[in-house]
């Protein structure tokens, strides 16, 4: 339940609050979009938000509580036929209200108060954490046949490997004699100075 303000009402009383703040309602819920003051949005937004809850659980008692607020039949019927479907897999937040400017007559701050109708985007960080419990699984699959083939594979790598070290410590070695081979020619160079 929205908390009520304190100070001076839109309207001038509270039941022409009430009633100015049902017809922008309705306004919203024919047009899915309107133009209002800042003010008006904000305070509408709770109002159209607890309308569209009603209509999403779409029994007969929601239907007469919403018909309580808005008396537009048409109004009540869009709502609950076209509105409720698109927004029923989303939890909350049934508006938008974007920032318009200032209207040039009185400099009001003015925006543009909307439905949210898009399709609700599943998060990445839930689909995270539910795809990594199933990936090692998969992984242990795929280490399963990679261990056997390693096992088989084993004594031919030690074979490679052997020969490997044997061809490398061939090429050293005759880097080793040539690396002698020069010690000792520097050496009787530094004797002739």
Not at 61 to 72: F, T
Not at 80 to 104: C, M, N, Q, S
């Amino acid at each position: 339940m929205p908390k009520p303000t304190k100070g001076p009402r839109l309207g001038g009383g509270p039941a022409h609050e009430r009633l100015l703040l049902a017809n922008l309602a309705a306004a919203l819920f024919t047009h899915k979009s309107i133009k209002t003051t800042e003010t008006k949005a904000k305070r509408m937004r709770p109002l159209a938000e607890r309308l569209i809850t009603f209509a999403k659980r779409g029994d007969l008692h929601a239907r007469r509580r919403v018909l309580a607020v808005i008396g537009d039949k048409a109004v009540v019927h869009e709502l609950f036929t076209e509105i409720a479907p698109l927004v029923a897999e989303r939890d909350g937040g049934y508006t938008r209200i974007t920032k318009l400017g200032f209207r040039k007559g009185d400099n009001a701050s003015m925006v543009q108060i909307e439905l949210v109708l898009e399709p609700v985007v599943a998060k990445s960080k839930p689909a995270a954490k539910a795809a990594a419990p199933a990936a090692p699984a998969e992984e242990v699959v795929e280490e399963a046949p990679v261990e056997e083939t390693a096992a088989d594979e084993a004594p031919a790598e030690e074979t490679d490997a052997a020969e490997t070290e044997a061809a490398e410590a061939e090429a050293t070695e005759p880097e080793a004699e040539a690396a002698a081979d020069e010690a000792p020619a520097e050496t009787e160079e530094k004797d002739a100075k």
